[in-house]
T-cell receptor
Framework: DTEVTQTPKHLVMGMTNKKSLKCEQH?????MYWYKQKAKKPPELMFV???????INESVPSRFSPECPNSSLLNLHLHALQPEDSALYLC????????????????FGAGTRLSVL | AQTVTQSQPEMSVQEAETVTLSCTYD???????LFWYKQPPSRQMILVIR??????QNATENRFSVNFQKAAKSFSLKISDSQLGDAAMYFC??????????????FGTGTRLQVML
């Protein structure tokens, strides 16, 4: 099973709303990632968690707040977003180096399509 | 900094024919991995094939194969016997080998492949 599950699939929110995106994997992976993808563009890395600790923050605005409650779950809390934050948000996970560098491949979820009005 | 370039924004191929997608990259590292990911309209990024830079032999996965030219920093993807299900956006991606638990990917800008009947 190489499944990364993201919910919801679609989300529409106003600029004053607070919402959360959820990502789950049950593959025993120890690294989890959030990406933002605009239309016809490649994914842009936002955050990386390694062993439930934030290891990379790509200078993302504070209106995006990641959380990793346990090794299977990754959340992205959204508050006071702007219309330009409308995008596809992808979650990914990778095993970490326990299986060796060749096996440290990222597996992606199907994303949450976010629209900010 | 590493960069990945895909010079073909769009390509088309007849069903059952062969198509080659181009990718070049720039790095000062000697040990790294290269990937081709496919993103169909369903949005999920799917790993198609990967190449380890220290291996001279080109990777193959069924109808997919690569032409890896390390000195030229070129990594093209050949799709043989193209099928309608191959229609997608294809991203070339790079990561260095020893990055700790988390593997940070650098993506190219993508090539949209259309498959014609």
């Amino acid at each position: 099973d190489t499944e990364v599950t993201q919910t919801p699939k679609h989300l529409v929110m106003g600029m004053t709303n607070k919402k959360s995106l959820k990502c789950e994997q049950h593959m025993g992976h120890r690294a989890m990632y959030w990406y933002k993808q605009k239309a016809k563009k490649p994914p842009e890395l936002m955050f990386v968690y390694s062993y439930e600790k934030l290891s990379i923050n790509e200078s993302v605005p504070s209106r995006f707040s990641p959380e990793c409650p346990n090794s299977s779950l990754l959340n992205l809390h959204l508050h006071a977003l702007q219309p330009e934050d409308s995008a596809l948000y992808l979650c990914a996970s990778s095993p970490g180096l326990a299986g060796g560098a060749p096996k440290n491949i990222q597996y992606f979820g199907a994303g949450t399509r976010l629209s900010v009005l | 900094a590493q960069t990945v370039t895909q010079s073909q924004p769009e390509m088309s191929v007849q069903e059952a024919e062969t198509v080659t997608l181009s990718c070049t990259y720039d790095t000062s590292e000697s040990d790294y991995y290269l990937f081709w990911y496919k993103q169909p309209p369903s949005r999920q990024m799917i790993l198609v094939i990967r190449q380890e830079a220290y291996k001279q032999q080109n990777a193959t996965e069924n109808r997919f194969s690569v032409n890896f030219q390390k000195a030229a920093k070129s990594f093209s993807l050949k799709i043989s016997d193209s099928q309608l299900g191959d229609a997608a956006m294809y991203f070339c991606a790079y990561r260095i080998t020893h990055t700790g638990t988390a593997s940070k990917l650098t993506f190219g800008t993508g090539t949209r492949l259309q498959v014609m009947l």
